[in-house]
């Protein structure tokens, strides 16, 4: 791990987000109210500062789903299984101006089956019904996610929650950093 804190040391002026390859080294401000979920693992490694990874548990009993917060701290680690939905917040109070970053994470996850299908999934604040899904073959997950993003975000109707009415958030309301 010393080539990390090495890196940043040399690079935290630079940092936001650098893929490479299925690794990700992120210390840029992650607000997105959409639930990503992927067929294969992901790993999360916070290196500095601190983040909360949201994921959606189903529940085998009732067959509905869970809301709930996983908060990574500094020095912590977390795998994700598969087909999670999950929402990764990394804060903008840590991010801190431009120039100095204040959280550094990692996530690696591993090579897509060439058949294998990535989701975007926005709920409902207000009843938990899915408002909205966009499904890809993830070949650029920076580029793809900001298209679905947008799309979402830019059209109120597709915002609307089909269950309740309500206008989906595209910003996470009432979120505590851990």
């Known amino acids: 791990m010393a080539s990390i804190a090495i890196h940043h040391r040399q690079h935290r002026d630079e940092i936001s987000l650098c893929h490479l390859t299925n690794r990700q080294i992120v210390g840029a401000l992650n607000a997105r109210t959409d639930y990503h979920i992927n067929t294969t693992r992901e790993w999360f490694y916070q290196y500095k500062g601190s983040m909360l990874l949201g994921v959606v548990d189903p529940s085998p009993l009732s067959g509905s789903s869970a809301f709930r917060d996983i908060p990574i701290r500094e020095g912590e680690m977390f795998l994700l299984p598969p087909n999670v939905p999950h929402n990764p917040i990394r804060f903008a109070d840590t991010v801190g101006i431009v120039g100095i970053v204040g959280i550094v994470g990692i996530v690696l996850e591993q090579p897509r089956p060439a058949?294998?299908?990535?989701?975007?999934?926005?709920?409902?604040?207000?009843?938990?019904g899915i408002v909205s899904e966009d499904a890809f073959h993830c070949t650029d997950l920076g580029t793809q996610i900001k298209v679905a993003v947008q799309a979402f975000t830019g059209n109120q109707e597709r915002r609307k929650c089909g269950e309740c009415g309500s206008l989906a958030d595209v910003v996470p309301q009432g979120v505590v950093q851990p």
């Open 115 to 128: 058949d294998s299908v990535d989701k975007l999934r926005w709920y409902c604040q207000d009843c938990a």
